[in-house]
């Protein structure tokens, strides 16, 4: 007999003596260490979210108004069907794969965000007898643990070019070229998470064709639709394997592109050789969400479906999220001209070419830390920036702590 911590007598081993502490996840330990900076100048550069010129994260105008209309007409918290709330898949699904599209073979099942449109679409791999999911060399922190979670092994090939800043594409196809019948691999369909160096169109149909003829599953993490090249263009990968394979698997994000974060909207878009493989995929995805999660979401998906449904609606969300992807240009265009005015000439005119949020800067650890202690500028140990904290009032001071570690 012993005595617990509250001076109880209890006999043998508690449940959870033997847990000892995790370290911080590697990405929301930045966020928490920039709180604790006492410095009034401290700028986050690791955050995973959009921002304005005024450090903010807002609410975007059209989902602003579908809220207020849904509040306005709600009468019940009831559960929705476990599918998806009313008009969001057929929503998704048309904004993903256009107008006149045979929907037939695609199927879209609402999921608790993007990670949880990850998380099933890697159950319903397992349930289909995949042996691996592979993905890129770097990828996002969470895929591996995450996707893992499944019980599939996660096997990784190169895919970033760190002195070229661009895709190592004859190592990623030479990766891919070795997966066979029972391999997923990853895709990820623009803004390239974390280094923001995308697939050319051209490199794109090469994958397809390799995926045609080795038979793997090509599995598409769509984080970050409409802040590449825009909506449309953005769309090409999904198009594209739609025409030519008879299968694939989509994770679909909300969270960026229509500012839902915490809301925690996404899909899981699932395309089969035909309508009846596609409601076969369906039950198995509904079932894995229903023993992970019960049922997803409504709030989110409600919204979502109420701007894709409302013309009006709709144009705004498009033009205010154009406007927000030219910001993010505008913002790696500033940091490379500033850059260049402090010494660092060529030295980030790799961002110039990349899309997204992030991109990867030519620094190690060390350096990070260095950014982080004498100039009070946080992001990822792996030297991953989101360029949406880069603004007219910053970039400069930012350019001059770069040049800083870099050149000293």
Not at 301 to 328: F, H, N, P, S, Y
Not at 341 to 347: F, I, K, M, S
């Amino acid at each position: 007999m012993r005595e617990d911590a509250c001076g109880r007598r209890v006999k043998g081993s508690l449940m959870f003596a033997g847990l000892t502490a995790l370290p911080p996840d590697s990405l929301l330990g930045v966020t928490a260490r920039f709180r604790a900076d006492p410095r009034p100048d401290k700028i986050d550069l690791g955050v995973g979210v959009f921002r304005d010129r005024q450090g903010r994260t807002p609410v975007m105008r059209a989902v602003a108004e579908a809220q207020a209309r849904l509040v306005a007409t709600e009468t019940t918290k009831v559960y929705l069907p476990p599918e998806s709330a009313p008009g969001f898949a057929d929503a998704i699904r048309a904004l993903i794969f256009g107008a006149g599209f045979d929907d037939s073979r695609v199927a879209v099942v609402q999921t608790p965000g993007g990670s949880g449109a990850l998380r099933v679409a890697a159950e319903l791999l397992k349930r289909a007898s995949a042996q691996a999911i592979v993905v890129p060399a770097p990828t996002w922190a969470n895929h591996e643990p995450l996707l893992g979670a499944s019980g599939l092994a996660i096997r990784s090939i190169p895919y970033y070019d760190a002195r070229t800043g661009g895709v190592d594409f004859a190592a990623f196809y030479a990766g891919a070229e070795k997966l066979g019948p029972r391999d997923a691999l990853l895709i990820h369909a623009g803004c390239h998470n974390p280094s923001g160096a995308d697939l050319s169109r051209e490199e794109i149909d090469a994958i397809i064709d390799l995926a045609a003829a080795k038979k793997f599953l090509p599995f598409v993490d769509c984080a970050y639709h409409g802040f590449a090249e825009g909506l449309e263009a953005d769309s090409y990968i999904a198009r594209a394997m739609a025409r030519r394979l008879p299968e694939f698997l989509i994770a679909y994000s909300c969270s960026k592109n229509f500012g839902l974060y915490r809301e925690r909207t996404g899909a899981v878009v699932m395309i089969g050789a035909d309508e009846t493989a596609a409601r076969a995929m369906t039950t198995h995805a509904v079932n894995a969400g229903r023993q992970m999660y019960s049922m997803p979401p409504a709030h989110g998906a409600l919204l979502v479906a109420e701007v894709l449904g409302d013309r009006a609606l709709e144009q705004d969300w498009r033009m205010e999220l154009e406007t927000m992807r030219l910001a993010i240009k505008r913002s790696r265009t500033m940091l490379v001209e500033a850059a260049r005015a402090h010494q660092l000439c060529g030295r980030l005119d790799h961002l110039l070419n990349q899309n997204g949020m992030f991109s990867l800067l030519p620094i190690d650890e060390a350096q990070v830390a260095a950014l982080r202690e004498r100039h009070a500028l946080h992001l990822v140990n792996s030297g991953r920036i989101n360029l949406c904290a880069v603004n007219e009032d910053n970039a400069g001071r930012i350019a001059e702590a770069l040049s800083d570690v870099m050149r000293g």
